[in-house]
């Protein structure tokens, strides 16, 4: 580490890179912020500073306290003992990447309410964390759970579409869960090299800054150039195109199902037709978690491999930009931080288990203990919800 900074009178205001001179001219980031001088002014628009108090400042910690609360109470659910198939363990794998991916967003939000973009820190420590280890550490744990969601999505459809195959179709899913992060964390291994960091005295003999700043020469290259176009391309493009297909193919299958099944119950006894309005509400309630999650998820993250394919040095000073690029952060952490509310707005099976968990008296009804009354087409349908991960 660098020891001692220039020593010239005539301009304190110095920095150094590892040892090689920066001089006063702008720094700007690749990933649509804006820069300061090493001196230390401000260039962004002045309506900047009030966008960045209201998204990172009220409506990030809100997300965040959301999905850190949801997120916990998945995982304690999806351990007891009727939640231990293998769909299950694939959602425990996604909760338990949502619930990492949340509280590695907060430091972020931190640094963009308090440090901005570029930080002013006192200590070593947490610029290295910022220039180094926030977007690999955020960003894989979001790649793990878009992997673990189309794993699911994959072995769902199979078991629905083509039952006759043999599952699981992954391999062994506790296997499944560990070879996931390990290749995600691989594949976003290069992103560690994003950031440098800036040493900086303003006073002769005065104490360090350190300021973060991106690695201009290594996102210049041919290969990081190759790399974010796959990066998109796995962990969005890919993923998006086959959960939606793979649902709508889920969703065709069940309908299917289900009027094979009315018509047989139908034409057995007609005293069944009064039961029809239940099994058909039922079935509402499934294609709605389908069709709205599947959108749901396609609207959250797709605004951020836009922002990802479009950041470049002239959008950098519009404020139009800099709003998009709020809402695509905070719409992709959304995404991860609701899946517990629309387990208990869908599932019954999920809201039962919660509720003798937590041994919840006031929630006590005749409800709860409806399992021994459902009927075939209920024992379809919520063998179907087991899929509603696939989507969110």
């Not at 308090?114 to 200590?123: N, Q, T, Y």
């Amino acid at each position: 580490m660098i020891t001692r900074l220039y020593s010239s009178e005539d301009d304190p205001n110095l920095c150094s890179l590892w040892g090689a001179n920066l001089t006063n001219g702008d720094v700007y980031d690749s990933d649509g912020r804006y820069e300061i001088h090493p001196a230390g002014d401000v260039k962004e628009d002045p309506r900047t500073e009030t966008l960045r108090e209201y998204c990172y400042g009220i409506i990030l910690p809100i997300i965040c306290a959301l999905g850190i609360i949801g997120n916990v109470l998945n995982l304690i659910v999806l351990t007891r003992r009727n939640m231990r198939g293998t769909a299950y363990i694939y959602m425990r794998g996604y909760s338990a990447a949502a619930l990492l991916a949340i509280v590695f967003a907060i430091p972020f939000g931190i640094r963009m309410l308090i440090h901005r973009d570029r930080g002013k820190w006192a200590e070593f420590g947490p610029a290295f964390y910022s220039a180094h280890l926030e977007l690999f550490l955020g960003n894989g744990c979001l790649g793990v759970g878009v992997m673990m969601l189309l794993v699911l999505t994959i072995e769902r459809y199979v078991s629905v579409c083509h039952p006759g195959y043999i599952r699981p179709v992954m391999g062994p899913p506790r296997v499944t869960v560990v070879v996931i992060p390990l290749l995600t964390f691989i594949i976003y291994l290069p992103s560690v090299f994003r950031g440098q960091i800036v040493k900086c005295v303003w006073e002769l003999e005065g104490p360090y800054v350190y300021y973060r700043r991106d690695n201009t020469e290594f996102l210049g290259t041919l290969f990081y150039a190759v790399y974010k176009i796959i990066l998109e391309v796995i962990f969005k493009l890919i993923p998006t195109i086959l959960i939606a297909g793979f649902n709508l193919s889920i969703m065709i299958a069940y309908r299917r199902t289900c009027e094979k099944r009315r018509g047989m119950i139908i034409s057995r006894n007609t005293c069944c037709k009064e039961d029809d309005p239940r099994k058909f509400a039922e079935e509402r309630r499934l294609f709605l978690l389908l069709g709205s999650t599947s959108a749901l998820f396609l609207v959250c993250v797709s605004p951020m491999a836009v922002l990802h394919m479009t950041i470049a040095a002239e959008n950098l000073s519009s404020f139009s930009f800099q709003v998009f690029r709020a809402l695509a952060n905070l719409m992709e952490l959304a995404n991860y931080s609701i899946t517990f509310y629309i387990y208990c707005l869908f599932s019954e099976d999920f809201r039962n288990t919660l509720i003798r968990t937590f041994k919840w008296p006031w929630f006590s009804n005749p409800l709860c203990h409806q399992t021994d009354e459902v009927n075939t087409l209920n024992r379809g349908y919520h063998k179907f919800l087991s899929t509603k991960m696939s989507i969110i």
